[in-house]
Structures are given as C-alpha cells and as structure tokens.
C-alpha cells in the first residue's frame, strides 16, 4: 500500500513501489491529463510537479513519490496564468502534449517569473511537442509572465 | 442557386444521392438522431442539433488530430445559419453513411480534405436550417418569410419590433419541410469565414479534461499489451507464457493475428508480463534486411526504365542536344509518424453488440473490420472517435490493425480491454512513410534553363492491395509515390517520369503529405542545382519556369520579399529557397541556415506563404504552417527509419528525435487572399521545408546533401565525396 498526495488529497494505492507514478496517476487514481509519450522521460508528456518541481512522473515510482506533494494538471485548475496565456495564444493543436507543456512552464515561471528566451528554450526542451507548437509556446510564457508581473496570481 | 434534394421532415432522402455539380447532401437523418427529433430539438438534418436552451450543436464527422476541424467545420455550418458561435456546441459523429466523406464512400479524415470537401455539404445544411428558423418565425408572426431575417442565434422582423431565439423557434422549425433551394453567401458577405476563430477544443486541452482514445475508463477496463514479431512479416511459431502468467495482475496471454497479447489489471502488470514471455519466431522472408543494402538495390533498379508516369514530347532526344547535362540521385528512409500519443484502442465486445473507443481517421473501415471479427452486424458495432493525440495518417490504416487487436483481445476476454502501444512498439510497429529513390538527368540549353528533365523514383506502393488501389494505383503507378514529380509545374517540353515499385514487405502507410514529402525535396533541390549550374539565381531561376502559374509565383515572391532574400540573412545565416503545390493549396518557404561549429544545420528562420484559397480560419491556416515547418525540420534533420538484420534500429524518441524547443526556428506565415476554392492545409506546408533548407545549407557551404536526414554524419560523407 503506498500513501500518495496528489493535488492535495490523500490516496491510499494497492501498487507495488516500483510501479512509475505516472501509470498510478492514470490507472488507478484515474486522473488522465497527465499522459504516456514515450516511458523513458525524454518527452515530457507526463510532466507533474513533485513539491513545485516539474518532473516526467514516468521516471519516478510510486514508493518514490510517497511523502511528496504530487500536482497534476488538474490540481492546477482552469484558471492559471499559464492556462489562461495558452488559450489567449491558441496553442494546443492535436493537445496530447500540452498538460505536461503546461506544468513545465507553470514551475519554469514560479522559479523564473520573466525567463528569457533562453530561459524557455533550456526549461522547455525536453518537452515535445510532435504538432509543433513550440513557437506558440514561447509567446504564451511570455504573456504568462507579463500577466503575472501585473498582478495577476501565480 | 444550387437545388438540393427534396427531403421532407419525416422522409429524408438516403445518402449517397448525387445531385447538381456531383455534391453528395449530408440530409439523410441517421436513426438514432430521428429518434431524438420526437423529444423536441430541431434536428434538420444530421449535423445540427438545435435545442431549446439554444445549444446548438453541430456533429463532426471529421476526427480531430490538431488540425482544427472541430473548430473550421462548425465554422462552416454557423456561417450559413447565422448561429450566435458562444452557442456552439460540437459532437463527435457516430459511424453512419450520413457522415460519408463526400469523395471517399466511407467515414473517415485525411489528404488534407475534410475542409475542402465539406465546405459545400455543411454550408447547404446551415442555409436549410436557417430559411427554416426564418419560416417559422414568419408562421407564428403570420408574415411574409421574407420580412424575417436570421442574426446571430435570433430571427428578427424586417420592423425590428419582433425577435425570437433560435431555441423558441426550435419546435416550431422542426415540424416544416426541409427547404429544396438554399442559395449560399458570397464571399464578401461572410462574417465568420476568414475571420480569426478561437479554437473550440482550446480550453479542455489546456486542463487535462480533453479525452483520448488512450484516456477512456470503464468499468471492469483491462490493459493489454502486444508481443509482435521483430522482424515485419514473421509469425509465432510457439510460445510459453507460464511466467508471464505468474506476473500479478497478469489476467491472460491471448494469441492474436499479430502476435501474442498479454492482458492485466493495468498496464505495467501487461509489461511486466510480456517481458516474461518466450516466444519462438518464424521471421520471415525480410530476416536480413538492411538499409544500406536496399539504398543500393533502388539506385541498381533505378538505372533501368520504370513505368512512365508522366511524359511530355521526347526526352532522350533533348538530352542529346542540350548544351550540358547534369544528373543527381536522391535517397529518402523510411519515417515514422510517432504520434504523441501512443496508438490504442479500447474494445467491448458483447454477444450482442460491440462497443469501441478510438482515435482513428477511418471509421468506416474500422467498424467493418470490428463487425467481421465478432460476426455481428455492422450496426451493431458501435465506435466512438475521440480525440486524436496527432494523426499523419497513422491511424487511417487500411487494415485497421489497431482497432483488429482490440477486438480481438476482448472477444476472448469477455470484457472491456485497452491495448496500448508504447513508443517502442510505435517506432517499430512499421507503417512508415516508405523508403524512396529519385534518379535524375536533365539538359540545359544555351540559356541555361533546362531543355529535357528525366525523374526515375523507386518507391513501394502504398496502397497495393488495399481497398484504396481502385483509385489511387493505375497503369501500375501508385500516384502517392510520384505525386508532385509526375505534376511538376515547371516548364520544360521534354520532360519524363519514370516509376519502379519497390519489393513490398516494409508496411508503409501515409505520411503526412505522403508523396510529396520526397517528390518536393527531388524537385525543389534539384531545380536548385540546375540554377547553379546555370549559375543564376535560384529563385529567379524558379520564376522563368513558373511564368504561366501565377499561384507559383505569388507565394514564391511573397516568401522571397517578406524573407529578404538577395539580402544578408540574420546572423551571417544564408538562404534557400522552394516552393510546391499539394492538396490543392501552394506553399513556399525561405529558410536561413547556418553551419554550427560542431557541424550540425542551425535553422534560424523560416518564412512561409501560402496560398490555400479561400480562408476559413487564419489563425488555424497559420498554425497549421507552423506545425507542418516543425514536422518537416524534424524528418529533414533527424528523421530516419533503418534496418539491420530485419529488425528497426530505432526505439524510442532519443534514437527517433522529434525537433525540441531549443531548435525552434523563428516562422513567419503570409497568407497570400484569394478567392479560389478551398485547398488543404494540414499537409501542404511540410514539402517546402526540407528543399528550403538544403538549398540554404547548399548557399552556406557549397555541399548538396542529397540523403536525407541531413545529420551531422551526412554532412561529413558530403564532405568526404566532394
């Protein structure tokens, strides 16, 4: 049994420890915004935040994450500044990538609040996007940054 | 003014109907909706839906994969029916002739049409619904249906003292005759074509709620996984499954068609238990195949006339009185389309019925291939599409091979199952854009344009032995493989394509724009060697040879002034140049390329026009260029399928790398007005790129790299042959 926090509710899952987090998020949590890309942490699509971190939740088990403070897409909510900067930018094409997109720039802009270019290139990198909406992206850290830099909630 | 066919409410006419200018009606009304129509909305036919809480919801027959259909259709429909768009709602199609492709006989997305063919069908259902909002509005003013006019969700009367909602009229509206005539705006008139949309499917992508095939739950849900044999073609000959059996959570080990599936509680119990297994494999007839050994056999085949595909007066004779002679051979791998999620699907399979949940392009297809596995009727298989992470064409398969294992699983389990590809079964599961060859020999006259142009492409067929050969396979040329090559527009008099169909066994498949994505790179890089040879500017050279195309040249010299070209590129970078027509919408692109000390191609920039007729959303038309210069960059500088031995040397995104944020070139998109019919946009925007970005690696360092990817290795061996 391992004791997991995800977006500040507390599950108690019937998983063996070695078990990727990612696929308890999924199979048996049954929250489905964070996805399955590729299992060996080089795209990015099941990005959670692990204590504000962004981290491919593929790449960690589920003994690991125990104790720690799991978000996923939908603990972030409808409304944050990221969110809201990707719609304002239209960025999602086909979507599949974006919520691990999004988590990574959420933690990118709390650590960084205005990332350069180069910033978003080193932070983003290792999230893929196969529709290529990388342009897009960039804008909307961008606006996200501003917005937050006016007052809006991080 | 069109007629449409005479469908009364209660009688509406059956599908396939050919009328006025070969345009096939979406008014056929599917069962199940007609039985919604007694509850109360206004169902005039089987797109819209219109409820009393003024919903109204338009039905997408088309899969959305990213490239906006669920926001350019309804965008159709609303234009025609003067809808309130905060109103729209979207839903996905059930499998029904009603939702037919207009040109293909069968549900399904691809060839960058949905628009295109579309366009007519939703226009004329929105017109209909509309002129019967108007005329129930007029019954119960008892006035003249011509004093009332629909606007943004409400009919008003021409005295402005009167207006009813779309929903108050809904009851009303749907007990009258479904109007014959509707006659469709101009282009001038229209408020929301061509106007910048918010994408519909935005928010529930940015929060995790949108579903995918790969995100559907049920109750009592499995996972499988698939052990499929290493080498394409091989068969199990034996297995033993007694670990894997042993593996908790490991439910079954099932034979299949395709090999052999473990089923489990979840998926890394499916894993797990697949690792476990021992499976003896037949391998086949392609055990020892090996790319460089193919590479070899397509130059060997390519030295000897193929089938002609295209022929214009007598090359061998131009040739031999042309001025010079110039000849190149192009070489292109095989390429995965990796969507970003994962193939799967999820199959239910009762003794009455069979229910399926699944990305896919081809519907149709894949409901008969479900109904033939399970000896139900094709009515009794239900198939609900979902969102589609990423398309390319690698879930329209002929052989619905995906959805084939589903069901087959889940016949022998008795309960619902969701097989699940991972990346590795994905990169070798084959089904790639095939392996291609094109062989050139061209004469130039004293002016140094070319006077005789000969192209030889090897290439297997794509759709040999699928039901897409009726259509696409004549005369023994598969015109995926020489589209773009045998239509060339550049004018030269004798001209001559030439097609050898490479040995099949390699499952090859669509490719996001198919041919064109090696037919463009031959065209476009070798019309640049004729140039230097010539030793004229490439993009003037284009312009003498495009003079009688003036869709050419008006993206060709959007992108060349809106790039700077003949000017110093940013950053000491320098330019290439191509341009290409595909799905009925023309694309150039200027890229800005520098060499990076470690000797790898930096794409700084690239400016693109297009063409693609008359606009339904722009702001979709440019994404969609940004994504298609993505996907292009990525095959042109990394892309690349390999055999040793049989087996596919790539596994997963570290060997199989997809372009990453930090090689994001600056795009800029121009999108040149037109009042042309409707082209495509998912696909045209890729074959530009990689020419464009060969020619400018050609203008920076004086090398012609003529295999692709252009990797840091085929820049080297370009170096070594010079």
Known sequence: MISLNINNKNYQVEVEEDVPLLWVIREYVRLTGTKFGCGIGECGSCTVHLDGEATPSCQITAKEAEGRKITTIEGLGDDHPVQLAWIEAEVPQCGYCQSGQIMQAAALLAANPHPGDDDIDHAMRGNSCRCGTYQRIRRAIHQAAEKSGQGGKS | MNRISNCSRREFCKTGALLGGGLVLGFYLPEKLAGAAAEGPFIPNAFIRIKRDETVTIIINKSEMGQGVYTALPMLVAEELEADWQKIRIEAAPVDPAYNHTQWGIQGTGGSTSVRTSWEQLSRAGAAARIMLEK??????????????????????????????????????????????????????????????????TPDKT???AIYGIDVMLPGLLTAVVARPPVFGGTVKGFDDSWARKVPGVKAVVQIDRGVAVVADHFPAAERGRRALKIGWDLGALARLDSNVQLQQYRQMAEKPGTVAAKRGDFAAALAGAARKIEADYHFPYLAHAPMEPLNCVADVRPDRCEIWVGTQLQTIDRDKAAAITGLPPEKVILHTTFLGCGFGRRAVADSHFVSEAVQIAKAMKAPVKVIWTREDDIRGGYYRPAACSVFAAGLGADGLPVALRQRIVCQSIVKGTPFEGGLLKNGIDETAVEGAADSPYEITDFLVEYHEAPAGVPVLWWRSVGHSHTAFAKECFIDELAHAARQDPYAYRRKLLANHPRQLGVLDLAARKAGWGQPGTAGAFHGIAVHESFGSHVAQVAEVSVTKKGSIKVHRVVCAVDCGRLVNPDTIEAQMESAIVFGLSAALHGQITFKGGRVQQ??????????????????????????????????????????VANAFFAASGLR???LPMTPEAIKAAIRMV
């Open chain 2, 136 to 201: 129930a509005a007029a019954a119960i003013w008892q006035e003249d249906a011509g004093s009332c006019r629909a606007e943004k969700g409400f009919v008003v009367h021409r005295d402005g003292s009167r207006r009813l909602s779309f929903g108050e009229l809904a009851e009303k509206a749907a007990q009258l005759e479904v109007p014959q005539q509707v006659a469709l705006k101009q282009p001038g008139d229209c408020k929301v074509l061509g106007t910048p949309q918010k994408r519909l499917d």
């Open chain 2, 207 to 209: 929060n995790g709620k």
């Open chain 2, 651 to 692: 596994s997963n995104f570290d060997n199989y790398r997809i372009l990453g944020m930090d090689e994001m070139p600056q795009v800029e998109v121009y999108l040149v007005k037109s009042d042309e019919p409707p082209g495509g946009i998912g696909e045209p925007g890729v074959p530009p790129l990689a020419p464009a």
């Open chain 2, 705 to 707: 790299l003529r295999t």
